[in-house]
């Protein structure tokens, strides 16, 4: 890093704040970018600027869109009476890589958390429940964490939304399929135990 412009190093060290990447990593990855500027340098620098003017959080769900309102919210056949909540954008982008849920979702910003001074109001609870109020929704999935943040969460909605009389429910939790029990932590043992089903 020495013979590095200054430049570079500041390149280096803002890829090191990235998820997922320390300084040996950020160094690898500027390095690789730096011998292919002109196949992957120029064209990523142009993407970043691009996203960085036009990405804007949805006005409805708090997705990321190009527009006000996202492609989710804005098709009509995304229609239905439930509403998907969940903590940030990943979790929506990972429940739609599945494919196994094709109705609206409501992103909260994050999970309740006393450690980290995250209050009701510091997250999309008030618009949630205003969505449930206004909406034609009659239930409400509960797509959150199995943590003690996520579960405080998931308790701290239930309560907010028990006037509206919609019905709440959360994703099961349990073993995986593939899982096998001597891989799995005992609360996810005991969390499948207790979600059991007949046959």
Known sequence: MADAGREIAALIDQMARLPGLGPRSARRLVLHLLKR???TMLPLGQALEHVARTARDCAV???IAAAEICDICADPARGGAGLCVVADVADLWALERGGAFRGRYHVL???LSALDAVGPEDLRIPALVARVAGEEITEVILALDATVDGQ???HYIAEALDPTGVAVT????????GGELDYLDDGTITAALRARRSL
Do not use: E, H
């Open 37 to 39: 500027r002109g196949q």
């Open 61 to 63: 769900c708090g997705n």
């Open 109 to 111: 910003g994050g999970l």
């Open 152 to 154: 405080t969460t998931a």
């Open 170 to 177: 959360s994703l099961a939790q349990g073993v995986p399929i």
